[in-house]
């Protein structure tokens, strides 16, 4: 199956066509610039007569131009005028009997002569045009049209392609071809005529400028107002038009004027009519008016591309083969289609097939029980509270389930590398991204087992193989697989079970790290270098190497989210001691909240951090520069932070150590909190949806142990963004525990994936006021 948009096959559209061809065929297009005249026939590219009209007859001397090469027309013309020189000289000899009326005589006819040949010469581009035209017309399929044959054609009569006349005849060709794939009706686009019509213009030889004033000319033909088929029609042409002019579009095309915006709105728009005024092109627009325009092109080519994209997706059934998924993401680009509309479309269709029916979809996966949480996961956003995980998970999901498979012998050869590497270029991954997928399928499992005692006797007992490398180290065999490159998972599963473990041996252990993520390891190496003395090691990639250690520890103690249990410590360090080594790793300056003595310090005022979520999938300050503004005129000293994946830890933390009070709604980087000083206050914002369970688990319980003021700010109706998606009776807002009841994807796919919020200022306003007495901070050292 052939999903690509380089397929160029006529579309068999020919009985709908002819019918609209009659109708149009005697509709001629003025381009500006150059006076040319383009006629454009409603017609499906089935054959060259169907879309270009017949064949075109000549006229006049135009037969004559025809039948002789440029050479030959060139010595006919100068023998014509040879001769009736010649002969006027003889008839102007015998008519006046003196050589000066035989010379007048000679000169009349002469003259004669030569406007019989400019004649014959200007007839030249005519018929150059019309051999082009019936050349092409006469194609049975005129995408497989060549550059090369029009410059023969060109050619052939000794006229230039830049010629007025014949220049006129390739936009008059190029139009009706565009139009006879964008034709008024209800047919939806194919997905080849971008391609297409691409190919088609390159073969004639017609730049950008010229090209695009066609466009726009057909644009103006179409009467949007005539009917569904009219205006389905314009917008076909939109889209398809934008794709093939792609980054020129916006100065090449002035759409505005088509959409109803005036001169008098401040737009002044000049378009070159050739190459060589290509640089004269002034596109001079207000910035309402070019909003304008372009909210409503966006419209156009969002639809067009949902429509074309679900077609695609229709041809995709229950086997998940790599090949056709890696044409739809070709195409998705293509498109111009975002990742997040393709994400959504994907999963509905994705998760339609496996409703449908599981088993067999599970029989295209060789029925490998690692692949079924794939197969159900399919486009599901697998809930981090990081940015590092708004990626497309569909993607992800797709590229373990293919590396599952590619590594089912244990052996990863170049030709398997080869085929991931490209599939994660295709795919868009990340290389820590397809690093992360890699290392879970490659985990391992480790056990400790005592290795039996023997007398090298060869009497049958084991013998250990011979230490490669001894150390006097403790050995800590740790997994970074699982949720890792989430903060929360990253400090909850990994950091602080590490700390709790390691603490005990004071430097003396080193870190056997199973699933080894190279950027994650880098992210949080100063941590590794604070609780260990020694070099961190990826022991998937350790080779034959036999290390020899005198004890060894397999795994990380756990205690509770965030939080270290003191009483099951041997020395009864805490999290607070977690805390200290964060300061040490990161070099952070403040201890406690205490502000600054220096009245010059501008820390002498308490510091307020928002955790921003302005390029995240849900939970975010819809409000956020207003929470900003109130903040201030409190007296707080207000910063905006927004961390992603690709955020310098040691800087955030720095941050969030000089600030006092730090906001965020629930799963929005909170887990910063454990770089601020003690006596801080935290704000949790909670969305909406019965969430306080949730919140008082993962960051209301741990903050107390962290010597950190814990308010609450719970979000209620109209402050979310979920009551204008649902009516008022829907549910999802009347009864949020009947959507707790559907499980773990159903509450956060709706409350934390698809809610945003904005809180109501006068409300948060007393959080704040709050949150200031908290702090040791008068108000002599606020002003």
């Known amino acids: 199956m052939e999903l690509s948009l380089a397929s160029a096959k006529p579309s068999p559209r020919a009985a709908a066509a002819a019918a609209a ?30 879309v270009f009209g017949g064949r075109r007859e000549l006229a006049g001397v135009q037969p004559l131009v025809e039948a002789l090469p440029p050479v030959a027309r060139a010595v006919v013309e100068l023998a014509v005028v040879a001769a009736a020189a010649a002969a006027g000289y003889v008839v102007g000899l015998r008519a006046g009997g003196t050589r000066t009326t035989a010379v007048a005589g000679a000169a009349a006819l002469g003259a004669v002569s030569v406007a019989g040949a400019a004649a014959v010469n200007s007839a030249v581009p005519g018929v150059a045009a019309a051999g082009l035209h019936n050349y092409v017309a006469g194609s049975d399929d005129p995408t497989k049209l060549e550059s090369s044959e029009v410059e023969a054609i060109a050619s052939k009569y000794g006229v230039s392609t830049e010629d007025a006349t014949f220049k006129a005849e390739l936009c008059d060709l190029y139009g009706r071809f565009v139009f006879s794939l964008i034709h008024p009706g209800y047919e939806d686009l194919e997905g080849t005529e971008v391609e297409t019509i691409i190919k088609f213009k390159k073969a004639l030889g017609l730049n950008d400028i010229d090209a695009a004033n066609v466009h726009m000319e057909i644009a103006k033909r179409i ?8 205006q389905q029609a314009f917008e076909k042409l939109i889209f398809v038009t934008n794709l093939v002019f792609r980054d020129a579009y916006e100065y090449l095309l002035p759409w505005k004027r088509l959409f109803g915006v005036h001169e008098s709105q401040g737009c002044v728009h000049v378009m070159a009519g050739t190459s060589s005024d290509y640089n004269a092109s002034l596109s001079i627009m207000s910035v309402r008016d070019r909003s304008l325009t372009k909210t409503l ?41 975002s990742d997040e509309i393709a994400a959504e479309m994907f999963r509905e269709h994705a998760k339609k097939l496996v409703e449908e029916n599981i088993s067999t979809a599970l029989n295209n996966l060789n029925n490998r ?27 992800k999901m797709l590229y373990s389930a293919y590396a599952m498979e590619v590594l089912s012998d244990g052996h990863l050869n170049d030709d398997k590398l080869a085929a991931l590497n490209q599939l994660r270029n295709i795919f868009g991954l990340a290389k820590y991204e397809a690093e992360a997928i890699i290392t879970d399928v490659k985990a391992r499992e480790w056990t400790l087992r005592p290795l039996p005692s023997g007398d090298g006797d060869g009497g049958g007992a084991a013998v250990a193989p011979r230490c490669t490398t001894n150390s006097t180290a403790t050995a800590f065999v740790l997994s970074t697989g699982g949720f890792t490159g989430n903060p929360f998972h990253d400090y909850t599963d990994v950091l602080i079970p590490a700390f709790i473990t390691a603490h005990r041996f004071g430097g003396e252990v080193q870190f ?23 070099d961190v090691v990826d ?19 756990f205690h509770r989210e965030l939080g270290v249990d003191p009483t099951k410590t041997p020395s009864g360090y805490s999290v607070l001691d977690f805390r200290k080594m964060l300061r040490g790793a990161f070099g952070l300056d403040r201890a406690t909240a205490t502000p600054s003595g220096d009245r ?12 921003s979520r302005r390029a995240a999938r849900g939970r975010v300050f819809m409000n956020e520069r207003a929470m900003a503004d109130m903040a201030a005129s409190l007296g707080f000293d207000v910063r905006v932070g927004e961390p992603d994946a690709s955020t310098d830890t040691s800087k955030f ?35 909406y949806g019965k969430l306080e369970w949730l919140a008082r688990n993962t960051f209301a319980e741990p903050s107390s142990a962290m010597e950190i003021h814990y308010l609450e700010y719970a979000v209620q109706l109209d402050e979310t963004t979920l009551s204008e998606q649902y009516p008022a009776d829907h549910p999802v807002l009347r009864d949020p525990m009947a959507i707790h009841k559907q499980g773990w994807e159903a509450l956060k796919t709706t409350y934390l994936d698809k809610q945003n919020v904005r809180p109501h200022l006068g409300r948060l306003k007393n959080t704040f006021l709050q949150a200031l007495k908290l702090l040791p901070h008068d108000k002599e050292t606020m002003n």
Not at 513 to 526: D, E
Request: glycine share 8%; with cysteine.
């Open 653 to 687: 933390a720095r941050l969030v150590n000089s600030c006092d009070v730090m906001v965020g709604v629930h799963g929005a980087g909170l887990t910063n909190m454990v770089f601020l000083p003690a006596g801080a206050v935290l704000v949790q914002v909670v969305p």
């Open 512 to 534: 056997l790290v199973s699933s080894y993520k190279s950027w994650w390891m880098n992210k949080y190496i100063q941590i590794f270098q604070q609780m260990s003395r020694h």
């Open 297 to 337: 092109i966006d419209d156009v080519m969002r639809e067009s591309a949902k429509s074309l994209y679900a077609s695609l997706l229709k041809s995709i059934g229950r086997g998940l083969d790599i090949g056709t998924l890696i044409e739809v993401r070709r195409s998705q680009l293509a498109y111009k289609l």
């Open 539 to 557: 022991v998937d990639a350790d080779g034959d190497e036999v290390r020899c250690y005198r004890s060894a520890v397999v795994g990380p103690e």
């Open 21 to 50: 061809a009659a109708a149009a065929s005697s509709s001629l297009l003025s381009l500006r610039g150059r006076r040319r005249r383009v006629g454009v026939v409603c017609a499906a590219v089935s054959s060259g007569e169907e």
């Open 223 to 230: 009467d949007r107002n005539a009917g569904v088929g009219q």
């Open 600 to 611: 010059w310090d501008i820390r002498r005022r308490p510091r307020l951090l928002i955790i």
């Open 369 to 395: 029980t690692q692949v079924v949480e794939e197969v159900k996961s399919i486009l599901s956003f697998n809930g981090g509270d990081s940015d590092h995980e708004k990626r497309v998970e569909d993607l």
